[in-house]
């Protein structure tokens, strides 16, 4: 069963979620939130109930039933057998005889394990140490699937009885975070010319001139001129977000150079700090050798807080390099307070089935005060009408996204494939009312 500290967590996410997205007085009694055995739902009086399921072994369902409701479609788990008997309401919620009320599907089950990271332990690591994202077997669109906001809306509209036939009268605006990983600030550095150079020539092998020739031709580009499609990127960004009213966070690698780690020196960072207004925020991207180095994170933290001449409380992981959710205790006792690496860089979706910033459970059981804002959509792994699909819904359940756009590839012709993407995936953004939070606002 579950113990005592991790019921006290889920309903500190589900009352901090309540408040993030929904506005004060909604007719769900937070008080009469309760955790408990289905017998005791059975027996107990009026309130909203959150079934308590034996959870020994984690088997990922593999049913699920969709409703359309509140103009939007929801995933939710098969009626549990106890429940038989029980009429639904519209919303998938079974009544007992004194209008309490509890989900008909066994949702911490489903949600448990994701938010508390027990899946992602059964998935073999890759040769980087990660979780290997290709070995996650829930079909993508699970993995777009934001089961717990989708939960807390149906149990909201459960509270109105019926009354709202959409969200939006209870519901803040959506929020998304909006950031860029700054890899590679000059195009003309060793490795990446190296690189060019590799693709030139196995291009000619394959006899594809046309392949080669544009390689060679980014060679003599960013020989002339460096920073032209990196550093300078930084300003293009700045420009479309002022454009759409938003703002963004910058997280700098720097620190040890190459391999996977930081390409750019210390000047060129520099620079390209200079040219962020205030208002935006600038956090770490954690090097490749800092994971469970206290000497290394703390070496690089320090360098890049003398730049900023302020204390850095946010930042991502490069190559989202970490084990499992449970390393983002390290960094807490880093002194991060906002950590944005908890995602996929080849998928796209909500790798622990919530769409919010949220405190993990160790940091949470330690008493440590970070929290992550999971990563949903990255410039490589985006398909456009996914997003689209997603943007829509989450402006009508509740919650936030998140992007990560590299600035080497927001405005770069060498990546064709990119150009134009960033502005329209602000325009959708726009069109569905969502305003941009920062990781600075998660800590006022
Ligand atoms: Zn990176």
Known sequence: MYSSIEIEWIKH???????????????????????????????GGPGFYILLYPNNSFVYPTKFREINVLDTVFTIGEKISEFQNLEENQYGFVKNSNSGFAPS??????????????????????????????LDNRPSELLLTPFFNEFIALLVATSYD??????????????????????????????????RCYKV???LFKLNFSGAFIKFKYIILNLIDGKKYYLNSISYILKLEKKYGYRSSFYFLNGKIARYGARSNLKVIELAISLIPDGWDIGLHYNYNTLHSEV???????????????????????????????????????????DES??????????????????????????????????????S?????????????????????????????????EYEIFLGLYEKLLQVLKINNFNYKLPSDLIK
């Open 105 to 134: 599907w066994d949702f911490l089950s489903l949600v448990f394990p994701l938010l508390k990271g027990e899946y992602e332990k059964l998935i073999k690591q890759d040769h980087l140490g990660r979780v290997n994202q290709n």
């Open 13 to 43: 996410l589900i009352l901090d979620y309540l408040d993030r997205y929904f506005i004060e007085n909604i007719e769900l009694n937070k008080d009469r939130i309760y955790f408990a055995t289905v017998d005791e739902f059975i027996n």
């Open 342 to 379: 908890t995602g996929y860089s080849e998928r796209q979706g909500f790798r622990y089935g919530i769409g919010s910033p949220f405190t993990p459970f160790n940091v949470f059981s330690s008493k440590g005060d970070l929290v992550t804002i999971p990563l949903t959509f990255m410039d």
């Open 201 to 203: 020539f196995s291009n």
């Open 381 to 413: 792994n985006i398909v456009l009408s996914d997003f689209d699909k997603l943007v829509k819904h989450v402006s009508k359940i509740g919650g936030s996204i998140s992007i990560l756009f590299h600035n080497d590839l927001v405005n770069n012709p």
């Open 296 to 338: 290394n994170f703390l070496q690089q933290k320090s360098q890049l807080e003398s730049i900023l001449s302020n204390i850095v409380f946010s930042g991502r992981a490069h190559y989202l390099k970490y084990s499992n959710i449970d390393d983002l205790l390290f960094y807490s006792r880093m002194g991060i307070k906002v």
């Open 162 to 195: 019926g009354k709202l036939k959409v969200l939006n009268p209870v519901l803040k605006c959506p929020n998304v975070f909006l950031s860029h990983d700054c890899d590679l600030l000059i195009g003309n550095d060793y490795f990446t010319q190296l690189i």
